[in-house]
């Protein structure tokens, strides 16, 4: 995994100018069933991906955290919302709550997530590959495929299956 993470920057990075112009048709022409094929391109992936093994999304970036997950997360650390906030996050350049620091506060030495069944909303949807309307953000998952190998192996298999 770790020689998978070390390539990854590089290999983003040269598909970068290539998949940008294949996002880019894609939002003019947009295929009737890319949010199915999504799916399965994003099922198929997990179904091969542990991402105990990696956690590079924990390691290298934070999460945006909404008031909902505010609460949540606060309530089963027993604080209040404000505590909670004080404690963990800061307001980035955007005016969203994000966590003080990288690699994620919550993530233990297993990479496992200790804050897991109340985690914020992006994590639990990380990498978003499997999310509707998937043309709308194609300027998040230029990004993420830096990050998440996961995310990465779904747009080469996309490009492959979804040729434009």
């Given amino acids: 995994m770790n020689n998978i993470l070390n390539n990854l920057p590089k290999e983003a990075k040269d598909r970068h100018i290539e998949n940008k112009k294949y996002f880019d048709k894609l939002k003019k022409k947009t295929p009737k069933n890319l949010d199915y094929v999504m799916q399965d391109l994003h099922d198929a992936e997990f179904k091969k991906m542990d991402c105990l ?41 955007d005016r969203d709550y994000v966590l003080q620091s990288v690699p994620c506060t919550f993530l233990d ?56």
């Fill in 53 to 93: 093994k990696c956690a590079n999304c924990c390691k290298t970036t934070g999460p945006l955290f909404t008031d909902a997950d505010i609460e949540r997360v606060s309530k089963y650390l027993r604080q209040k919302p404000q505590q909670f906030i004080e404690q963990y996050l800061h307001i980035d350049e």
């Fill in 109 to 164: 030495n297993e990479n496992a997530c200790m804050i897991y069944d109340v985690r914020p909303k992006a994590c639990r949807e990380f990498p978003h590959t499997d999310r509707k309307k998937f043309q709308q953000i194609t300027e998040l998952t230029l990004k993420n495929v830096a990050i998440c190998p996961a995310a990465f192996n779904i747009v080469e298999e996309m490009k492959k299956k979804l040729p434009l």
